[in-house]
């Protein structure tokens, strides 16, 4: 019989062997689409485990397949994220980043650590549960169109085919032993704005005798602040930022041309697509009003993320008697985004938080910083509540 206690004594058995494993990869980041070591490291303890390993599902990606008993009872699939970010870590602690301008400041050797942990504490109880747990390894999370949409397309759902779906992403404003859950709508849909401002440029001594893109630009950035502000229904969360603008002219010299780079994230489509068109119409509007024109390219991103609701619940509960209530925290509804709404567009998922915050330090440097580092010991909590979470589900 697999109770909570059993499970939390493997974790913590085993938390020297994933902490070393943590570290491994947390050295030899690989950006998007060239996780090539990370797969193989991976591909490599899996199959040290027992459970056999599907290579080159979309590029790096892989799969890890473990059958307990009565393999075709139920089959739930568990994912972690594998690739880095381009920065330049400033941690100075012997496992910091080995490869310049790349890091894992997104935690995203966490949760290949934790579901490795996973994958050993399952594989140990694997005569004692029934059903298939299908590990996948995902590349290309901080990219888009993102790795999970081809992962699908290349039936990483399919054969056996999969009924639920678990993630978890690190969270450091919460401390390390906790985790948080939120059922139905939780992370933002997440869309690449490109605006490429046109006018015709000269000496910034003679502005009457030039069409200035600088100040149309401006005035574009200020005029779509209505797409949130007047445009966008209340009950329907909505972010409109600008963060990149470039203007290569000089202290007296206007460009022809200014380029602006921002993003648009919500939580309804419809809303979605028609913020779309607001946003070109008005882009534009504005630019041929000053005698110029913009040029609009949307990249569409990441769906928004739904928690599946009974899943959610079901794993509240779960975690809850796992971890302890006070461990357990409602989440907010947040406008960061994630691929892995299109794995929750396809099968009942829920992606949830692992808190890695140092109650011990005065300062948690959050994601994507050159400092962020985790407490350790989430790395126990990490593989031992998504191993709960997952028998729980298969008990079903």
């Known amino acids: 019989m697999i109770t909570k206690e059993r499970v939390a004594e493997l974790a913590k058995e085993s938390f020297e062997e994933i902490r070393s494993c943590y570290r491994h990869l947390h050295a030899n980041p690989e950006l998007s689409n060239q996780e090539n070591k990370t797969s193989d490291y991976i591909a490599e303890y899996l199959e040290g485990l027992g459970i ?9 990606g892989l799969v890890g397949i473990l059958e307990g008993k009565k393999p075709e009872k139920a089959v739930i ?4 994220d594998m690739d880095a970010l381009p920065i330049q870590e400033a941690n100075e602690f012997d496992h910091r980043s080995k490869n310049d301008g790349v890091m894992h400041a997104c935690g995203h050797d966490v949760h290949m650590a934790s579901l490795l942990g996973t994958a050993k504490l399952l594989s140990e109880l694997k005569d004692d549960f029934e059903g298939t747990i299908k590990f996948v390894f995902q590349p290309a999370e901080d990219l888009i169109p993102g790795g999970a949409k081809f992962m699908i397309e290349e039936g990483v759902l399919e054969n056996p085919k999969v009924e639920k779906m678990l993630g ?3 969270y450091p404003e919460l401390p390390a032993g906790k985790i948080g859950i939120r059922a139905g709508k939780y992370m933002a849909s997440t869309d690449e704005i490109n605006l490429k401002v046109i006018g015709k440029g000269g000496h910034a001594a003679m502005p009457y005798a030039l069409v200035d893109p600088v100040l149309i630009g401006s005035q574009i950035i200020v005029a779509l602040q209505q797409i949130a502000s007047r445009n966008a229904h209340f009950n329907v969360p909505t972010v409109l930022s600008f963060g990149k603008f470039i203007a290569n002219g000089a202290y007296n010299v206007i ?9 648009f994230r919500t939580m309804d489509e419809e809303w979605r697509a028609d913020a779309h068109r607001k946003i070109e119409s008005i882009a534009k509007g504005v630019a041929q009003a000053a005698g110029g024109d913009c040029e609009v390219f949307i990249s569409k991103g990441y769906p928004y993320l739904v928690n599946d609701e009974k899943l959610a619940d079901s794993s509240f509960k779960a975690a809850s008697e796992y971890l302890g209530e006070a461990n357990v925290i409602p989440l907010e509804v947040r406008m960061t985004g994630e691929d892995f709404a299109y794995f929750a567009q396809h099968v009942p998922s829920m992606f949830y938080r ?5 109650i011990n330090k005065e300062v948690n440097y959050g994601l994507h910083t050159p400092l962020f580092g985790i407490d350790e010991s989430c790395l126990e909590t990490g593989m031992g509540v998504m191993t709960w979470l997952a028998l729980n589900e298969l008990k079903k």
Not at 52 to 60: G, I, L, S, T
Not at 77 to 80: D, K, N, T
Request: aromatic content about 4%; charged content about 20%; cysteine-free.
């Open 52 to 60: 056999k390993v599907q290579r080159n599902v979309f590029q790096n």
């Open 77 to 80: 699939a568990l994912r972690a």
């Open 168 to 170: 978890q992403h690190v």
């Open 255 to 263: 460009p022809n041309e200014v380029n602006i780079k921002g993003t």
């Open 354 to 358: 692992l808190g890695v915050g140092d």
